[in-house]
C-alpha cells in the first residue's frame, strides 16, 4: 500500500473516532495556523508535532492489525495534547501545580493496564498460566520502568541542554515517582482481579474489548 493510500485510510479511520478527539485536532490545526500568521512559529511547530504524535496509535494498530478500545484511544490522544501541547505552549505545567502530578498518575495507571495486557498477550490469554498477582506485579513493574525511563530522560535533556524538565530536582523527581507508582498499582491490581474474578472490576471493560476484539492474540483465554 502506497504512503498516499495510507494516509488516506488513517483520515477514514480519524473521522469513525470519538469528538473528543477530533476536537483536539481541529485544536491543534487551528493553533498551527494561528501561530503562523502570528510568526509564533514555536507554538506551530509544537502543534504540528503534537498533531502526528497523536496519529502514532492509529498507525500502530493499522500496521500490526490490533483493534484498541475508543476510549483507550482517546486518552492516548488526550495525554498527549495535555502533555505537549497545554503544558508546554499553554504553560499549564508552572499555571497549574497539580498538572504534572494528574498527568503522571494517569499515564503510570495507563502503563499499568498495558503492562497487564503484554503479559496475558505473552500467555495467549491463559489464566492457570501464571498466578494473578504475579501477572499485576509484571504490570507494576513495567508501568514503574516506564517512569523510571522518562525521569532518566528529562535529568538528561536539563544536563544536556539546560531545560528545566525536574523543575525542583530531587524532590520533583520523587514524587513523580511515588505518584507513578500508585497509579502502576491502580492498573496493575485491576489486571490482576480481572485474571482472577473476571467481575465487572475496575476498567473490566476495557480489558475485555481489548481481548474480545483480538482473539488471535488470546487464543487460550476462556471466560469464567
Known amino acids: 500500500m502506497s504512503a498516499k493510500e495510507t494516509l488516506q485510510e488513517l483520515m477514514t479511520k480519524a473521522r469513525s473516532q470519538p469528538l473528543v478527539m477530533r476536537l483536539v485536532w481541529v ?7 494561528a501561530g503562523l500568521v502570528a510568526a509564533r512559529y514555536t507554538s506551530s511547530f509544537i502543534a504540528l508535532g503534537t498533531f502526528g504524535l497523536t496519529l502514532v496509535p492509529m498507525f500502530f494498530a493499522r500496521r ?3 483493534y484498541i478500545p475508543r476510549s483507550f484511544m482517546a486518552g492516548i490522544v488526550l495525554f498527549i495534547f495535555a502533555t505537549l501541547f497545554l503544558g508546554e505552549v499553554g504553560d ?3 499555571r497549574y501545580w497539580w498538572w504534572d502530578i494528574v498527568l503522571h498518575g494517569g499515564s503510570a495507571l495507563g502503563f499499568g493496564l498495558v503492562g497487564f495486557i503484554a503479559i496475558f498477550m505473552l500467555f495467549q490469554g491463559d489464566r492457570y498460566a501464571a498466578p494473578p498477582w504475579a501477572m499485576g506485579l509484571f504490570a507494576f513493574c513495567f508501568a514503574m520502568s516506564i517512569g523510571a525511563l522518562w525521569e532518566i530522560f528529562e535529568y538528561t535533556m536539563d544536563q544536556t541542554f539546560g531545560t528545566n524538565m525536574q523543575k525542583s530536582g530531587l524532590q520533583d523527581t520523587m514524587w513523580d515517582l511515588i505518584v507513578d ?3 502502576g498499582l491502580i492498573g496493575a491490581v485491576s489486571g490482576a482481579i480481572y485474571v482472577a474474578f473476571d467481575r465487572n472490576t475496575p476498567f473490566a471493560s476495557l480489558i475485555r474489548d481489548f481481548i474480545t476484539r483480538n482473539k488471535r492474540l488470546f487464543g487460550k483465554y476462556r471466560s469464567k
Open 27 to 33: 485544536a491543534l490545526m487551528a493553533e498551527f495556523v
Open 64 to 66: 500490526f492489525h490490533i
Open 92 to 94: 499549564f505545567y508552572n
Open 181 to 183: 507508582a500508585g497509579g
